[in-house]
């Protein structure tokens, strides 16, 4: 298995490696996923329950991923290769390819959806219409076969149209651009809708714990949204962090990567609940709170045209900048474990991966009754799939892998760059790694098993 490391690509820097990053976690999982989940668990409880899941969980699988993809500047099922040859831990590897695949396939559903919502809130605008009326757009949006898949499809298109510029030219050039526009357009909708009359509530909401609708599920819920959330069990961090040059230290770039992402999920939950409640909304609308929901606050909201335009096209540019990373992963396998050349290899992955998306928006009409795991739709077995079995298992074999089999030295030797800034608290973290990640994941799937 020769790989063509000679000529690999590398980030421009620090710099770019820490924004394509935010832009992979932050994404439909923090502006789509992360408002609704809050507002159907209670929102403050959720919150903290996320944060401590984010540092018990989330951070120390990036870690060991990230420390492993640059240590080995390979993809995910080179780098545990490279680490321990002859055994089965490359397995890992290709869980979080097959993870990527999946869930690039339905993302690439709700990211036509978002396109669509820019598109709308540009020409048309949600400002004549009423609360049912939106409804009945979405709806009659979603229930179309054809517009869907076609605007899944143009979502694809642009991922594919990034990745095949490769590293610094399409995927760094992206980042730099959108994620900082990103960040602009978030504080500007926050203070819109701190500043509405009325929006103490919402805020109150986000930030005030109600433990009495807290359940185990909350906790679980929790659990799978930091993994989702930071994007880790998939491979995505083993593949950016192998372009990362080893001059670089490794946990300054985790810090910021976690800090600025979980700040963007709660700037999205500031910037939608405020509204919401301001204008006498319910939180709990589930995933129709951003499509159905949201346009109704902006549609009330002073300079509310704007604001829709604003945040639409903030939020497909986010699920964008998560996409390429997506489509990265098994890229970046195929060319160094295949030499296939890139060009190629988008053409081939992106189609292919287009293909197994359709069933997934066309689960929301023609196939709708179609049925897959446990009775879910096909878009929400694929779903439950990835986020609840695969990025968990990916996670826990990366975790096992760094903690036990290539031992925390060696991780916390390869955490540090030139300037030899290692990891602080390492007794802790060592303790964290090693045990407490492992046991909270398999408590997890143990729990899943059990109640299904
Ligand atoms: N973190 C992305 C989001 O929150 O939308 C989704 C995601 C991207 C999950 C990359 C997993 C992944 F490997």
Redesign the pocket.
Same mark, same amino acid.
């Given at each position: 298995m020769a790989s063509n490391n000679g000529s690999r690509e590398q980030w421009s820097g620090k710099f770019g490696f820490i924004l394509a990053s935010i832009g &992979?976690?932050? !994404?439909? !999982? &923090?502006i789509w996923r992360f408002p609704y989940v809050t507002g159907e668990n209670g929102g403050g409880a959720f919150v903290m329950i996320y944060v401590i899941c984010v540092l018990l969980l989330g951070l120390p699988v990036l870690l060991s991923e990230i420390v492993l993809g640059r240590s080995t500047q390979r993809n995910p099922v080179g780098a545990l290769r490279k680490q321990a040859p002859n055994t089965p831990w490359f397995m890992g590897g290709f869980i979080g390819i097959i993870a990527?695949i999946i869930?690039l396939s339905f993302y690439s559903t709700v990211g036509g959806w978002t396109l669509y919502y820019t598109w709308e809130a540009i020409a048309n605008g949600f400002h004549q219409l009423s609360i049912n009326g939106i409804e009945a757009k979405f709806g009659s949006f979603i229930s179309n076969p054809a517009t869907t898949v076609i605007w899944q499809a143009l979502f694809m298109l642009l991922t594919m149209g990034v990745c095949i510029f490769g590293l610094q030219n399409g995927i760094e050039r992206t980042n730099k651009f959108l994620m900082p526009l990103l960040g602009l357009m978030l504080i500007i909708l926050v203070i819109r809708a701190v500043t509405l009359p009325g929006s103490g509530e919402g805020i109150r909401f986000i930030l005030y714990p109600d433990w009495s609708s807290v359940s185990i599920t909350t906790i679980f819920e929790a659990l799978g949204m930091a993994f989702?959330?930071?994007?880790v069990g998939?491979g995505?961090m083993i593949t950016y962090g192998s372009f990362l040059s080893k001059k670089e230290s490794v946990p300054s770039a985790i810090g910021n990567i976690v800090l600025f992402s979980t700040l963007v999920s709660l700037a999205a939950g500031l910037a939608i609940f405020p509204a919401v409640f301001s204008l006498g909304y319910e939180p709990n609308a589930g995933p129709a709170l951003v499509f159905i929901t949201l346009p109704s606050v902006f549609a009330q909201m002073p300079i509310g045209s704007l604001s829709a335009v604003l945040f639409f096209f903030l939020l497909s540019m986010a699920a964008l900048t998560?996409s390429i &990373?997506?489509l990265e992963v098994p890229l970046r396998y195929l060319e160094d474990e295949h030499q296939l050349n890139r060009k190629t290899g988008t053409i081939l992955t992106g189609g292919l991966i287009f293909l197994l998306g359709i069933p997934s928006t066309l689960s929301f009409n023609i196939l709708s009754d179609t049925k897959g795991l446990f009775g879910l739709t096909i878009f929400d077995s694929l779903d439950f799939l990835a986020s609840n079995v695969l990025?968990p298992l990916g996670g826990l074999i990366v975790i096992l892998f760094a903690g036990w089999k290539w031992g925390m030295n060696q991780v916390l030797r390869e955490a540090r760059g030139e300037d030899g800034k290692g990891l602080p608290a390492q007794p802790f973290w060592v303790f964290i790694v090693r045990w407490v990640t492992p046991l909270l994941i398999l408590t997890v799937f143990a729990f899943q098993i059990l109640s299904s």
């Open positions: &992979s976690a932050v !994404g439909l !999982g &923090s990527s869930i989702f959330s930071l994007s998939a995505t998560s &990373s997506l990025l």
